[in-house]
Structure formats: C-alpha cells, structure tokens
T-cell receptor, first 114, second 114 residues
C-alpha cells in the first residue's frame, strides 16, 4: 500500500537557519504530493503541493521538489523564522478504489528559537 | 481560514456517552473527509463522503458512524466512548473538479473523554 516516511522530530533550529525536513514515499502510480502545516491549536493548512515529477511546489519561502527517481519530496526553507514553529506533515494523494485518498506521514515538530 | 467549519471546538464528556461532531465543507465542495489525530496514532483517516454517499472507510471503529446531509454538512457520531477516543477530530473537504486531490481542513474538535 501507499506510505509516507518523514524525518523524525523534533527539530530545533535558530532563527535564519536553513531548514530541510526529509520525506520519502511509497506508492503505485503517480501520486500528488503535499506538505501541510499545523500551527499550535489549529487545524492543518495546505502549505504546498506538486502533482508530477520534477514539479516544484512553493509557498511562504518554503519549497519542495517532486523527485520520482528517489521517491522524495523534501521540504526546504532558506531562512526560518520563529513564526515557522509548527508541525509539518508530508502527504500523498492517490486513487484508491476509485477515490482520492490522502496518506500522511507522522509529522515533524519544528521549533525555531530566536 | 480554510472555509471549513467545525463545531464544537471543545467537547468534554464521560466514558460510555455519545457525542456528535459537526462539519460544514467549503462552499461548492461535495466531498467531506473525517480524520482522528491522537498522540500515539498520528493522523488517521476515518471516512469519506461525497454528495451524501459514503465513498471510503478507513480506520473507523464500529462505535463510530457518520453521515452527510443534503445541504452537504456532515456529522460524525461517536458512541460508547472510551478514554482512548480522546483526540482531535478534523474534517476536510475537497472540490468536485480541478484540484480534487487537495483537501482543506477545518480547525478541529478536541474531544476529551473522562
């Protein structure tokens, strides 16, 4: 079946540091890939997505490139801010018995210290 | 704000009781998904409805049931509650065309079973 493996957290960085959160996936076919972010006390928000190989999703300074050859979708940001502290979820969407189904990774908690 | 609304925001109840969680999807979305988020299980897909019909079931217990009404709002009913049912319950909706693979999440209902 489909699965998503995320970098274990928690991750703690200083403000303005470079961020990478690793995500790899297993899926049949050609899934769409997503990063969702969950700020404290809130629901999940779509951060970015990519729908085919070599697509790059980007939003709010975050980027991720759909790499089919390595089945990866790593999240990166060049200079993190305290406001980026949140839990980040990698996910894939694939057709499952005729229906779209999202499969999530376990989430990576990111804390940015000033 | 994703446009998905959920009520109530918090719910505290006792073991053995029954509760109903409510979700209204974004305007125009026909699909509603329910998820459970707990510390030990992560984000688990429960059930998917499309335009009033059940489309897919995930890890949903027999004590739990859901429905989607003609106005497209959905309710998740949890009965014979146990301590382990304490969790965040999210609903999400997705559009009927275009980005059908993208789900937009509500703020969640935090259920505490005492």
């Amino acid at each position: 079946g489909n699965s998503v493996t995320q970098m274990e957290g928690p991750v703690t960085l200083s403000e303005e540091a470079f961020l990478t959160i690793n995500c790899t996936y297993t899926a049949t076919g050609y899934p769409s890939l997503f990063w969702y972010v969950q700020y404290p006390g809130e629901g999940l928000q779509l951060l970015l997505k990519a729908t085919k190989a070599d697509d790059k999703g980007s939003n709010k300074g975050f980027e991720a490139t759909y790499r089919k050859e390595t089945t990866s979708f790593h999240l990166e940001k060049g200079s993190v801010q305290v406001s980026d502290s949140a839990v980040y979820f990698c996910a894939l969407s694939a057709i499952y018995f005729g229906n779209e189904k999202l499969t999530f990774g376990t989430g990576t908690r990111l804390t940015i210290i000033p | 704000d994703s446009g998905v609304t959920q009520t109530p925001k918090h719910l505290i109840t006792a073991t053995g009781q029954r509760v109903t969680l409510r979700c209204s999807p974004r305007s125009g979305d026909l699909s509603v998904y329910w998820y459970q988020q707990s510390l030990d299980q992560g984000l688990q897909f429960l059930i998917h409805y499309y335009n009033g019909e059940e489309r897919a079931k995930g890890n949903i217990l027999e004590r739990f049931s859901a429905q989607q009404f003609p106005d497209l709002h959905s309710e998740l009913n949890l009965s014979s509650l146990e301590l382990g049912d304490s969790a965040l319950y999210f609903c999400a909706s997705s559009p009927p065309s275009g980005d059908t693979d993208t789900q937009y999440f509500g703020p969640g209902t935090r259920l505490t079973v005492l």
